[in-house]
């Protein structure tokens, strides 16, 4: 399937400012591109790409103060198949992990693993390793928060949304990843486009949404598995930007200094084998 996808992202700033953007598609979905997912930027200013530590495209530019607007709009194919369903993949022993894997092991800024690992062992101590205990998480996670995008707090950590109840996507990601690092299951954060492709529409604004991968052994061997406590699905159409210990990694932009938040369209549909994108103003 083809699915149309970008975003209108604009920021008031009020000096000259630094900022660093992670919305490139990521690095792996680059062969899936059928357009170009360049940003552009209004005012037009000079842009530097790098690849951060894990693995991700990142794009610095230096705003010149007052409004700066970036945005892409773009086709990438997709399989159109759902997230990956191995139920009898099996939890590797710490021991036997790679390297490069371990620290999606260990706390994070919003993955409190100290505050929550008895409660962990609590509820998951008794379920079946691999994938079974992760979908158990998963499950749980689901019901634990109560979604209310106008209850977002960017400051709130897995601790806060197990005791508060409520948040949006990031915090079902944040729970979920904390309590399979405490169960000694690698977890790492991911953000990204995810459409209503195969669901109801839902009728609220269209963001960025957050789900989480963890480390198995599976029937293809060892590899990464996504999994989404925000909707407890299998969804299609999942396109990645970002991966990382969790949602600071992973942020969309990073100024340094004020940058308020001026425009935010995001948008993500399935769009005809023949259809064609039109120019990008």
């Not at 990601?173 to 169960?183: D, F, I, K, Y």
């Given at each position: 399937?083809?699915?149309k ?9 009020f000096k ?13 979905r ?10 552009q ?9 790098y690849?951060?530590?894990?693995g991700?495209?990142?794009v610095r530019?230096l ?7 970036v945005s ?8 159109g198949e759902?997230d ?8 590797i ?8 894997v ?11 693993t100290?505050k929550l ?7 998951f101590?008794?379920?079946p ?11 749980w ?7 209310d995008y ?10 806060d ?8 996507c990031?915090?079902?990601a ?38 989480f991968?963890?480390?198995?052994e ?5 590899r990464?598995y ?5 909707h407890?699905?299998?969804?299609i159409g ?10 600071t ?5 990073t100024?340094?200094?004020t940058?308020?938040?001026?425009r ?11 259809f064609?994108?039109?120019?990008h103003?």
């Amino acid at each position: 399937m083809r699915i149309k996808t970008g975003y209108t992202i604009g920021y008031d700033t009020f000096k000259p400012m630094p900022i660093i953007y992670q919305l490139d598609v990521h690095p792996s979905r680059a062969h899936d591109l059928l357009s170009s997912d360049a940003m552009q930027v209004d005012p037009p200013v000079p842009m530097r790409k790098y690849t951060d530590g894990f693995g991700n495209t990142c794009v610095r530019l230096l705003s010149p103060g007052g409004r700066v607007t970036v945005s892409a709009d773009f086709l990438i194919h997709d399989s159109g198949e759902p997230d990956a369903y191995a139920p009898d993949a099996r939890q590797i022993a710490v021991q036997d992990l790679p390297d490069d894997v371990l620290v999606y092991l260990l706390g994070s800024r919003y993955c409190d693993t100290d505050k929550l690992a008895g409660t962990a062992w609590s509820l998951f101590g008794g379920a079946p390793e691999g994938w079974a205990r992760v979908a158990a998480i998963v499950e749980w996670a689901h019901e634990r928060i109560r979604f209310d995008y106008q209850l977002a707090d960017a400051t709130r950590s897995a601790f806060d949304g197990y005791t508060q109840r409520v948040g949006v996507c990031r915090d079902f990601a944040h729970l979920a990843v904390t309590l399979c690092r405490c169960m000694n299951i690698p977890a790492r954060y991911c953000t990204g486009y995810l459409g209503d492709i195969g669901v109801p529409v839902d009728p609220n604004p269209m963001d960025f949404s957050a789900w989480f991968e963890v480390y198995l052994e599976g029937p293809e061997g060892r590899r990464c598995y996504t999994f989404d406590a925000r909707h407890d699905a299998r969804r299609i159409g999942r396109i990645v930007i970002a991966r990382g210990r969790d949602a600071t990694d992973v942020a969309i932009s990073t100024s340094f200094g004020t940058a308020l938040l001026a425009r935010f369209d995001v948008h993500t549909v399935e769009v005809a084998d023949d259809f064609v994108l039109p120019p990008h103003d």
